[in-house]
């Protein structure tokens, strides 16, 4: 219930503080030199203190009433209102009579019309913050919401975009394993053992948008031995990353990216592809040396399904370059 989420220690906090600021007047006018001797200062200062005790407990008590009306409506909201603004104004007329009677000798008339003046103008403020808390819950409720549709918005995005990765990946290791199962036995139990390997860790983080570059690069390399079985000393690989680093990327990005070096360039023994995975501030950057093959050019929908989830995770796209005979994609981190 939304009149629950207002503490009590809040509502005491309210009432003590505007109930201070509603009896500045009476308050000064105690600590003033008074003409008519020190007893009169005495019975001012008394009528301070309980005119700043029974604003205190006006402020709590209707702020406290209106805030259990919250789900209410409108006609019970006036109805309780009205009837514990009268009680309260009955209540306090009866505690502060006795201390005004040894001070004023105006009409009582005039004390019961300031009473109810003050009185109403203390509902009227407990009133207005009571509505201002509904608004900022009501608006609360409503962020809550919307963030809670977009994360599973996002989320299902970024499933829909994962799920095209793993066939490409599992399609290209059972390739290379078929290939392998002809040529050598041992090889290909050696190959099953960290294709199992990688495997298991792509399913230990199906439910990780966000990993570490830490672990990201430990994937790789695990990743890279299948590469190496696959294209033996056709490609060189660099990697320098700073052990232990803890800033995050998109998993799986570098599977992606090694696969593209290895799908849009040649390569040979004579003429190696040349790799690079380096870290720059703000950035994680794999690089390779271009060697573009015939009809090479391909759909770029990889490059496209990761530039889309580095956007929804991390806010930022990805930078391509084309220097100097060198192709870099550079992924956004987060901190």
């Not at 001070?103 to 009133?127: A, G, K, T, V, Y």
């Not at 409720?141 to 994360?151: A, F, G, S, V, Y």
């Not at 950035?283 to 399904?305: A, D």
Request: proline share 4%; with cysteine.
């Amino acid at each position: 219930m939304k009149k629950n989420l207002l503490s009590i220690k809040f509502i005491v906090l309210y009432a003590l503080i505007a109930g201070l600021l509603m009896s500045l007047t009476p308050i000064s006018l105690a600590f003033l030199p008074n003409r008519h001797g020190p007893s009169n200062t005495s019975i001012q200062m008394v009528d301070a203190f309980v005119i700043f005790l029974l604003n205190s407990v006006l402020f709590f008590s209707s702020l406290w009433v209106n805030l259990q009306l919250l789900d209410k409506t409108v006609i019970k909201k006036v109805t309780f209102n009205l009837l514990a603004y009268f009680l309260l104004c009955f209540f306090a007329i009866m505690a502060h009579r006795p201390v005004w009677m040894m001070l004023e000798r105006l009409p009582i008339s005039f004390f019961i019309r300031d009473e109810f003046i003050r009185n109403f103008l203390i509902f009227s403020i407990s009133i207005i913050v009571a509505q201002a808390f509904e608004t900022f819950w009501q608006n609360q409720q409503m962020k809550n919401k919307i963030m809670e549709i977009q994360r599973e918005s996002l989320s299902g995005q970024i499933e829909s975009l994962k799920q095209q990765i793993n066939p490409h990946f599992f399609f290209n290791s059972l390739n290379t394993l078929s290939g392998l199962a002809q040529e050598n036995s041992q090889k290909t139990v050696e190959f099953i053992e960290k294709l199992s390997m990688v495997f298991r860790y792509v399913l230990e983080i199906q439910e990780k948008n966000l990993v570490t570059i830490t672990e990201e690069l430990n994937f790789a390399k695990a990743y890279i031995y299948l590469l190496k079985v696959r294209f033996a000393d056709k490609f060189i690989i660099y990697i320098n990353v700073p052990e232990g680093e803890l800033e995050l990327i998109p998993s799986l990005c570098t599977q992606l990216l090694l696969e593209n070096c290895f799908k849009h360039n040649g390569m040979s023994n004579q003429h190696p592809l040349r790799i690079e995975i380096l870290k720059e501030p703000g950035f994680l950057v794999v690089r390779n040396s271009i060697s573009p093959m015939n009809n090479s050019g391909g759909t770029k929908i990889g490059l496209k399904n990761l530039n889309e989830r580095s956007r929804l995770l991390t806010g930022q796209s990805i930078i391509i370059e084309t220097i100097d005979n060198n192709f870099s994609v550079k992924i956004p981190t987060l901190q």
